[in-house]
């Protein structure tokens, strides 16, 4: 995955929680997924590319970091 992919993934997973006003857990979500695919990648640039703010880079790390203690649910 590069940063073009990912900012589109991550566009797609936030517009989707919208419907539900879920779209600040949607970021921390997108982080725990994703963890190992973003781990070589620039959040910073991800986030330009998607349009979002820099301040999110923080949450996205927090969901890389839960990543290896929690398990997704469907």
């Known amino acids: 995955m590069n940063e073009e992919q990912a900012a589109q993934l991550l566009l797609q997973t936030y517009n989707q929680a919208a419907a539900t006003r879920e779209q600040a857990t949607s970021i921390h979500l997108f982080g725990i997924r994703y963890a190992e695919e973003l781990a070589g ?32 649910r469907d």
Do not use: D, F, H, N
């Open 41 to 72: 990648l620039s959040l910073s640039e991800i986030l330009a590319r998607a349009r979002m703010p820099r301040s999110y880079a923080t949450e996205i790390r927090k969901g890389m970091k839960l990543a290896q203690y929690v398990e997704l």
